[in-house]
């Protein structure tokens, strides 16, 4: 599996795309709170728009916040 990234930055947040290349893709989002993860499904079908997708289909999100990343860290630490 090769894995292919983008990256679009701002003064606010910072996102990076992954292709998992089995119509999967990882969205990173990077804000001044924290870091949230999304899982997209993209299936080709007849009816794809002109990328050859659908509409991608949200699978799963994951998120945490900086100062609980902090507080995982020190506890893990003791």
């Known amino acids: 599996m090769s894995i292919l990234y983008t990256e679009t930055l ?3 947040d910072s996102r990076t795309e992954i292709d998992l290349g089995d119509h999967r893709h990882l969205t990173i989002n ?3 709170e924290g870091i949230i993860m999304d899982v997209f499904l ?5 009816e794809s ?3 050859g997708f659908d ?3 949200l ?3 994951m ?3 900086f100062d609980e990343w902090a507080d995982w860290i020190v506890a893990d630490e003791s």
């Open 10 to 12: 701002s003064d606010v």
């Open 30 to 32: 990077i804000t001044h």
């Open 42 to 46: 993209s299936e080709r079908t007849d």
């Open 49 to 51: 728009d002109l990328t």
């Open 55 to 57: 509409k991608p289909m």
């Open 59 to 61: 699978l799963g999100t």
């Open 63 to 65: 998120g945490m916040m």
